[in-house]
């Protein structure tokens, strides 16, 4: 295959040269790495050796965002904070922190984040998350800075604790080796947009996370490989729920040696990213044997005869990528709800990136186009933020038909259909860097986004211990994050409890008492089984429960999630060998 820019006019060779000092040689000699280690819990545990211990009522201050190394965490999405202690000598495990949903009734670790932000200089970080509960099962998630997609709905089991590895760039505004910045939009304001600003922040979420560390360690900026992601808004890190595209999602398919830098963002053209100083900026943080992906058309189609300018860029990002050795990969723009020809798709941008692609690289082309219109015929209507107006769920939303973007089911699948087809097809290396070396990805049967079984974190509580339901409505998701006059009441520990029923002195018969404080649960049995303990609300809404073997002997248990009700009065029921045997009244303050 013929290299283009080797029958392109001599003045292309030229121009390209002069612009060299803008890209080549403006990484410098690097400071010292920093390295944080934290310890999650309650303020007044002992703290292991090397650790800084930290309790939700640390918060970062926006007032003190110049300070290095500052730490906390933040009032981003309304999220709530609880601290479960279990006890003992093990330092690390003993504590841990954990999200409450005390929004909703009914609904049990629906989409309430957390996040935990660290003032630290940009470059490239390893976080490592240490998870676990000693007495009960744990299901996380966790996402850095804008949602970008590191682990989905880990499960550990009671007693076990594992440490995950992640790779995370921090990345600010101005250029290395220059005086400029990059242009940033509205929408990457770094007060409500966490890719910008002066901090590294992680997200945990998930049915259940249970975090007790987290250590952030910088790495030499010559580490591992780099994916540069160029795009528009169906590349992008989507700030906001449900919206999300593949390049959020893709870095969880990938092993510790492989960063994903997303600087795709909302509106634009190959032509406005260039003028942007995007393309400046991912070439001054690109080394030998990165990768630069380039996936526009939407907007380029926009203006008429836009495809002399838009093979020029195409050009233009594939000679600055060979300038600093990483290998330039083409894209197709994602397909449309309703397109139904490839070849005519985004008024022909996907046919031109396909026609340009093979001129200039032969077969680095992943065609997400085509997949996308596979996808479609498959699953049809499901990619897409097409969503429901939900007062109850979603109260800030009105109802959404969007035909262009995709939702957190959509962009996982197209994220996987990149790493486990795309790749392989264009026989990437970086492919060998994926978790599962040997995954597939069947674009005529994904997987089933009404599933139980679906990779995903929102779910809702439908009953049971084991039933969870994709929640196709999302949930709140609403930006609050400078509130100042709110941070301190919105994450919170609950500080009291009064009880409604108190267990005697004397127990004559079966009888329970409920502190949802500590989440303990005292109670008598008068013969041993199989138990239910069920929480209503006071108008008979069944609201959780908790299954257990108790014996006449045993006369506690802990159940921490009753602190992640809503202040009010339920009443909890007791069943033995499936019959009721006790009923107590009790307030949540």
């Known amino acids: 295959m013929t ?6 006019s001599s003045f292309r060779a030229a121009a390209l040269w002069a612009m060299l000092p803008i890209f080549v040689g403006v990484v410098g000699a690097q400071t010292a790495l920093v390295s944080y280690k934290f310890k999650f819990g309650l303020a007044t545990n002992p703290t292991p050796a090397g650790y800084i211990r930290v309790s939700p009522k640390n918060l970062y201050n926006p007032a003190d965002t110049a300070i290095a190394g500052y730490y906390g965490f933040e009032n981003w999405k309304q999220n709530r904070l609880g601290v479960v202690d279990r006890g003992g000598s093990d330092t690390l495990h003993r504590d841990f922190i954990t999200n409450f949903d005390s929004t909703k009734l009914g609904v049990l670790y629906n989409n309430s984040p957390f996040y935990f932000s660290v003032n630290v200089p940009e470059g490239k970080y390893l976080v490592r998350v240490t998870m676990g509960d000693p007495q009960d099962t744990a299901v996380t998630t966790i996402q850095a800075e804008s949602r970008r997609l590191l682990l989905k709905d880990f499960k550990t089991l009671p007693g076990q604790y594992v440490t995950k590895v992640f790779p ?12 400029k910045s990059v242009g940033l939009t509205a929408l990457e304001n770094p007060k409500i947009c966490l890719d910008w600003d002066e901090k590294l922040s992680i997200q945990f979420n998930g049915k259940r996370p249970c975090i007790s560390a987290l250590e952030i360690d910088q790495v030499p900026n010559t580490t591992g490989t780099t994916i540069h992601v160029s795009g528009n808004s169906t590349a992008m890190d989507q700030e906001d729920d449900p919206w999300t595209c593949w390049g959020q999602m893709i870095p969880a398919f990938f092993d510790t040696n492989v960063f994903i830098n997303d600087d795709a963002t909302s509106g634009l053209t190959s032509s406005s990213f260039i003028a942007q100083g995007r393309l400046s900026k991912l070439c001054s943080m690109m080394h030998n044997g990165d990768y630069l992906t380039f996936e526009f058309g939407h907007n380029d189609s926009k203006t008429a005869g836009y495809r002399a300018a838009f093979q020029q860029n195409m050009q233009y990002f594939y000679d600055s990528a060979v300038a600093h050795g990483a290998t330039m990969v083409f894209i197709t723009p994602t397909a449309r709800n309703g397109d139904n020809d490839s070849a005519t798709s985004i008024d022909s941008a996907a ?9 200039l690289t032969g077969s680095k082309l992943i065609d997400l186009n085509a997949a996308v219109l596979h996808l479609n015929t498959a699953i049809p209507n499901e990619l897409y933020c097409r969503i429901a107006a939900n007062a109850t769920l979603w109260p800030d939303q009105p109802a959404t038909n969007d035909g262009t973007h995709f939702r957190e089911y959509g962009g996982y699948e197209l994220a996987k259909w990149v790493a486990y087809q795309g790749m392989r097809a264009a026989a990437l290396p970086v492919r060998t860097n994926l978790y599962d070396t040997a995954g597939v990805f069947n674009s005529s049967a994904p997987l089933n986004p009404t599933a139980t079984t679906t990779p995903d974190t929102l ?4 009953g049971t211990d084991t039933t969870w339901i994709w929640n196709v409505s999302c949930a709140t998701d609403t930006v609050l994050r400078y509130a100042s006059a709110t941070i301190c009441s919105t994450i919170v520990t609950p500080t009291a409890v009064r009880q409604a029923s108190a267990l005697p002195a004397s127990v004559l018969a079966n009888s329970i008492a409920v502190n949802a404080l500590s989440g303990s649960v005292t109670f008598s049995a008068q013969e041993a089984g199989k138990a239910r303990f069920i929480v209503y609300s006071l108008s008979g809404q069944r609201l959780m429960q908790k299954n257990a073997l ?4 045993q006369n506690s248990m802990q159940w921490e999630e009753l602190g992640r009700l809503p202040q009010g009065t339920y009443f909890m029921v007791m069943e033995i060998n499936n019959q009721s045997r006790a009923k107590t009244m009790f307030q949540r303050m």
């Open 168 to 179: 995370v760039i921090r990345r600010a505004p101005l250029i290395a080796g220059s005086t």
């Open 550 to 553: 108790v014996t006449a002997s």
């Open 351 to 359: 046919f031109y990136t396909r026609q340009e692609a093979a001129l």
């Open 3 to 8: 290299n283009r820019f080797s029958r392109r």
């Open 459 to 462: 779910y809702t509580y439908v």
